[in-house]
């Protein structure tokens, strides 16, 4: 299956600039296509998409597919759909 | 009684007698509405008939900084002003930060009341105790800087602090601000009630000291909340570097950014020329309130072209979508230059650039002819036609005299059908969140008692992810009634009373906000308070806007929104689809009433005001 990702700021630089489409295995969760991301993006990008290491009102990262956050899905666990719109940031704030 | 943090005085300031006379603050005021917002609520719900006409001389200015203003608690340096506004007839608060607030306090004053109408135009020059009722004559018609350079010239102090009105407020414009420095009180046409007194300018200085109540605690709580900052992954890492500018990223990113006056959200992808990162080559540095270590407010130069030489303290997210994406300009020069040019003229930009996009649609649908905008080619996009238009509303100019009246007086007068495409609630424009698509911030939309104000009950949960007090869908109506009155009463209780910049709430101290306050109270003030008995202010502070609301004449009826976002779908991107149906608001109206403990009607229960302290509010309702 095929999934568009698309992203904002230092993780839109670090992954080339641009969105893009991941082909992912059936059943694919959001950590897989983060190890995707890791592997194909540049080396930088390891630190910022691995999962957070503790509780925090702030996650490090931002995940939201079909313009819903992980959190109210699965979290990093929810399985992905082909034609799946996954966005991914650092946090932003401050309307 | 408290014991620090306050000055303990209120000064009162007559116009039409050139008198003032000072007051105390009394405690138990104090401790139900902490300062700022909640004490010029309750000034205003004392004093100022509902019914009144807001630019009449019953209508009253009051201006409130916090308890925390004026000490060296982070990021206090903020202040509210009300008064009945003339763009709702509603309460009308509105704050801003700068350096006046701290200013204000050093002056010795909590809270500042105006009152009448000067028989010239005047300005108040306060120190050390004294009001000099001061003539303005030569400063009317004069711009919002130069006012404050004459007056700092004329009284030979440079570090005077200034807050004033621009020609917009002396022609009184519903949608004119108020400005200090740079900082404005932005919303809810304030600066009209300031020209209706025919007040220019209040100038101050002091040097008080605020007393601390109990210095081991307050240092053990500010510790507490400096560490929050430096933890938190957003403040200064991207918000001390961007600002609020790069919300323009992430609101394009979820679909749910305004476009062309609400008609192409999610379809006008602006984002890689007007937003925070695409213009930060227009970046001269930043600057910062007083007590503030993140400094948030980025200077931005128009370097090149027809705009070259525009300098400006912003533009805000707000800015950028009120001169940008709901005008559909992409021009970030553009957009800098009429940041300044608002400023300068004393025009709120929000509601001066949603009243511009509405102006636009109708040219472009034929309801506004070329005759009727004296020339000017409005369509989308045209960003020399918003700026002469922004120009001739600050001066009330051909159809910017229409348009200065905002956008829901505008569309009454101008009529043929042009109503649809006002978007207002209760007669303040919509600011820039496409709440189809972000459920509790659309209720608040509706049910705010300013009106279409973004900054009372702002649903971080939905537009940023934050998980406080839980993970919130933004597409979800579920539990939206309950979570609106949640983010209003912590607003109002965390951010607009103590005084404390609200970037803090959900960027630093999320985790442990309430307890921030409390703690932050006990040390400064002495005043104790649980985290609910903190929550519980801003319930307070609310129900009590609400029942004045309720007196000068507001109904259910008019918790809504506009026709657009409840029969058109977003047409496009990430939030395709959603709108706000009418059934789909009433009911979240109802279970927000329902948790508000009010009745279906939107009305205070007698129960309900007597828990809050407030019995004298349900004898008013007769209820």
Redesign the interface.
């Given at each position: 299956m095929k999934v568009k990702v698309?992203s904002?700021?230092l993780i839109k630089s670090l992954l080339g600039g641009s969105d893009l489409e991941v082909d992912l295995p059936e059943g694919a969760t959001v950590d897989d296509l983060m190890a995707r991301l890791t592997a194909i993006g540049d080396p930088a990008l390891a630190s910022h998409l691995a999962p957070p290491q503790e509780e925090?009102?702030?996650?490090?990262l931002?995940i939201?597919i079909?313009?819903?956050?992980i959190?109210?899905l699965d979290g990093r666990r929810t399985v992905l759909a082909d034609g799946d719109?996954v966005?991914v940031?650092?946090?932003?704030?401050?309307? | 009684m408290y014991k620090g943090g306050y000055t303990g005085k209120v000064l009162r300031v007559d116009l039409t007698s050139k008198t003032y006379k000072e007051e105390p603050l009394p405690a138990d005021v104090a401790q139900d509405f902490i300062g700022g917002a909640g004490l010029t609520v309750k000034y205003l719900y004392d004093e100022v008939p509902a019914d009144c006409d807001p630019l009449g001389p019953e209508n009253k200015l009051i201006y409130a900084p916090g308890p925390f203003t004026g000490t060296t608690i982070p990021c206090a340096s903020r202040m509210a002003i009300n008064a009945k506004s003339p763009a709702t007839g509603a309460v009308g608060v509105a704050t801003t930060g700068g350096h006046f607030p701290v200013e204000m306090k050093r002056a010795g004053y909590d809270v500042i009341i105006i009152e009448g109408k000067a028989d010239k135009p005047t300005y108040l020059w306060i120190k050390n105790g004294e009001v000099k009722f001061r003539d303005a004559t030569d400063l009317w018609g004069l711009t919002t800087s130069d006012t404050q350079q004459v007056i700092k010239d004329e009284l030979h102090d440079q570090n005077i602090r200034i807050s004033c009105i621009g020609p917009a407020g002396e022609k009184l414009s519903r949608i004119a601000c108020i400005v200090n420095e740079r900082r404005v009180a932005g919303r809810k046409g304030l600066g009209a009630v300031m020209g209706s007194k025919n007040l220019k300018a209040i100038a101050l200085r002091g040097d008080q000291q605020m007393t601390i109540a109990d210095k081991e605690k307050y240092d053990a709580a500010r510790k507490r909340m400096l560490e929050g900052m430096r933890k938190?992954?957003?403040l200064y890492p991207?918000?001390s570097r961007y600002?609020?500018s790069?919300?323009l990223?992430?609101?394009q990113?979820?679909?749910i950014y305004p476009a062309k006056n609400w008609t192409a959200t999610g379809v006008f992808t602006p984002a890689d020329k007007i937003g925070g990162?695409a213009i930060e080559s227009r970046g001269m540095g930043k600057t910062a309130c007083a007590t503030c270590p993140v400094g948030?407010s980025q200077l931005r130069l128009a370097k090149e072209g027809p705009y070259m030489g525009f300098f400006t303290e912003g533009p805000e997210?707000?800015t950028l979508y009120a001169f940008g994406g709901v005008t559909g300009v992409d021009n970030p020069d553009a957009i800098i230059a009429c940041d300044r040019l608002a400023d300068e003229l004393g025009l709120d930009t929000m509601s001066a650039g949603v009243t511009i996009a509405f102006a636009m649609e109708c040219f472009e649908r034929g309801i506004l002819t070329l005759e009727e905008t004296g020339g000017l080619d409005l369509h989308f996009g045209n960003d020399v036609a918003m700026t002469k238009l922004l120009h001739m509303m600050g001066e009330r100019q051909g159809l910017g005299d229409i348009l200065a009246e905002g956008v829901k007086r505008a569309a009454e007068k101008i009529g043929r059908g042009s109503e649809k495409y006002a978007m207002h609630v209760k007669g303040l424009e919509l600011p820039?969140?496409d709440v189809r698509?972000a459920k509790a911030h659309g209720l608040n939309y509706a049910t705010a008692f300013t009106g279409a104000d973004?900054n009372k009950g702002?649903a971080?949960q939905e537009?940023?992810?934050?998980?406080?007090p839980k993970?919130?869908?933004?597409?979800s109506y579920e539990g939206k009634g309950w979570l609106c009155k949640w983010n209003q009463d912590a607003r109002t209780a965390l951010a607009d009373s103590p005084t404390m910049c609200v970037?803090l709430m959900?960027?630093a101290v999320?985790?442990f906000m309430f307890e921030n306050t409390a703690n932050l109270m006990a040390g400064a003030t002495g005043l104790s308070y649980t985290p609910e008995e903190v929550h519980q202010v801003g319930e307070r502070i609310n129900n009590l806007a609400r029942v004045f609301n309720i007196k000068a004449g507001f109904t259910r009826a008019d918790d809504d929104l506009p026709e657009r976002l409840k029969t058109e779908p977003i047409p496009d991107g990430?939030?395709k689809g959603e709108l706000i149906s009418q059934a789909d608001l009433d009911a979240m109206l109802d279970e927000y009433y329902d948790a508000r403990g009010w009745t279906r009607e939107g009305v205070p229960t007698r129960a309900k005001l007597e828990e809050l302290r407030l019995g004298y509010a349900a004898d008013a309702l007769g209820i």
């Open positions: 698309r904002i700021a925090s009102a702030h996650a490090p931002r939201l079909n313009g819903r956050d959190t109210v719109d966005l940031f650092i946090p932003i704030a401050g309307g | 938190s992954p957003i991207e918000f600002g609020t790069t919300t990223d992430l609101t990113a979820l679909g990162y948030c997210y707000e820039a969140y698509g973004h702002y971080f537009i940023f992810g934050i998980p406080i993970p919130i869908d933004r597409l970037f959900d960027m999320a985790d990430p939030s």
